[in-house]
C-alpha cells in the first residue's frame, strides 16, 4: 500500500504542475492577446502611436514585434498625409482662384472660399451635396452638367457670364485615377473671376475707339478747308481768312487733344512712385490763375482766392497740382456766365489738405454728374468744343487725386454755380 500511496502521490503532483503550468501559459496567452486586442482597437479609433510590451520570444511575441512595427508606419504615413492635407488646405484657402472638385456623379468632395464668395455659395455644408443643388445659377450648373455627362476626358476652357454681369473663366480638368486603370474619377473645377479684367479691355478699347473719333473730327475738317483751299475757287479776302482760322483752330484743338491724352497715359503709367515733394499751395495757385487771367478778364469774371494758413503745404508731384488746378480754374471759367465769380479755397484739417473751386456758372444737372470724370464725356459737347475743352479735363483730375490717395466731390446746382471740392492726406 506504500507504493499505492506513492504513486497517488506523483498523480496529485503531476496534476497540480500541469494544472499551473497550463493556467500560467493559458492565462498569459489570453492576457496578452487581450492586450492586443485593445491596442488594436485604439489604434482603429486613431491613436496610431500604440506599442506593446511583451518580454517573451514567442508565436505571441512576434505577432507583438509585428503590431508594433503596423503601428509606428501607420503613425508615420497618418502623419504624411495630415501635413499633405493641410498643406493643401492652406493652398486651396490661399489662392484667389475658386476651387471645386466632384466625383463622377456630380456631388461635391471639396470645395474652397473662394470658390463660394464667386458663386455667392451661402450654405456652410456643401460637402456631398449635389453640384446642381449648389451651383444656383442655371446657365453654370447646366454647362458644368453637361461635362459630367459626356463623361469627356479631356480639359474645359469656357468663360460665362453670370447675371447681372459677373465674368467667370472656367476650367475643367478631369481627375484620373492610378488605381482604376486610370479612369476618370471625378473633376477639378477652376473658376476665374475676370469681371474687372473685361471691364479693363473694354475701357481700353472704348478709350482707342473714342479717341480715333475724336482725332477724327478736326483732321476732316482741315482735311476739307485744305482742298477747298487748294482748289483756287475762295477769292474773297475775308473767306480766305476764316478759314485759315477754322484751320488754325482745329489744329490747336489736335494739339490739345493729344496734350491731353499723353498727360493721361502718363498719369496712369506713374503708379505710387511719384516725385513728391513739399509744394506751397498759395504760390501754385496764384500761377495758375496768372495763366488763366486773360481769359478770365475776357468774361469779367472775378476770382477770390483764400490760403489758410498762408504757408500752406502739400506733399505731392509739383507737375500734377498744377494740372490739376489748372483744369478745375480753367473748367470754372469755360462753364461760368459773364461777369461771374470764382472762390477758390484751400485750408486744412487734422488729417487733409482741402482744395474747394467754386464757380457761378451754369451748373451740372445731378444725373450728369456722375459721368463728367469719364474720359470724353461732355454735358454739353458743342459749348465744350467751343471753349476748347477735350472731355479729358476731369479724367486727369480724378486720375491725379487717386494716385494721391485723395477724394474729390462735387455739388452744384444748376444754373447758379458748381464746387468742386477736393481732399488729400497729409
Ligand atoms: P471739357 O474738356 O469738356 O471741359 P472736362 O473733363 O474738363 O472736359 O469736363 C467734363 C464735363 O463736365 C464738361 O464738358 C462740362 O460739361 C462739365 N463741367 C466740368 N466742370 C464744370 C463746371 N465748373 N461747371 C459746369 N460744368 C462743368
Known sequence: ???????????????????????????????????ITNEVKEVAKGNYSRTIRYEYDDEIGDLVKTFNYMSSELKSSMQDMYDKNSKLEAVLKSIVNGVIAIDNSGNVILINDSAKRILDISDAEVIGKHLLEVIRNYKLAQALDDYINNRTDVVLDFEITLPPSKNLSVFINPIMSSEFHNKRVGSVIVFNDITELKRLEKVRSDFVANVSHELRTPLTSIMGFVETLRDGNVKDEDTLKKFLDIISLETER???????????????????????????????????????????????????????????????????????????IDNSIKYNKDNGYIWIRAWEDIQNVCISVKDTGIGIKGEYIPRIFERFYRVDKGRSGNAGGTGLGLAIVKHIVESMNGNIHVSSIPGQGTEFFITIKK
Not at 507504493?3 to 492565462?27: E, K, N, Q
Not at 503708379?271 to 475776357?298: F, P, T
Open 1 to 35: 500500500s506504500d507504493a499505492w500511496t506513492y504513486l497517488l502521490l506523483i498523480f496529485l503532483m503531476d496534476i497540480i504542475i500541469s494544472t499551473v503550468l497550463w493556467y500560467r501559459f493559458t492565462y498569459r496567452n489570453v492576457h496578452s492577446i487581450k492586450t
Open 254 to 328: 489736335l494739339t490739345r487733344l493729344i496734350n491731353d491724352i499723353l498727360t493721361l497715359s502718363k498719369i496712369e503709367n506713374v503708379k505710387e512712385d511719384i516725385n513728391k515733394e513739399l509744394i506751397d499751395l498759395k504760390s501754385e495757385i496764384e500761377d495758375v490763375i496768372y495763366i488763366l487771367e486773360n481769359k478770365a478778364k475776357g468774361k469779367n469774371i472775378k476770382v477770390s482766392l483764400s490760403v489758410q494758413p498762408d504757408n500752406l503745404k502739400v506733399s505731392a508731384d509739383k507737375d500734377w497740382i498744377h494740372q490739376l488746378l489748372l483744369n478745375l
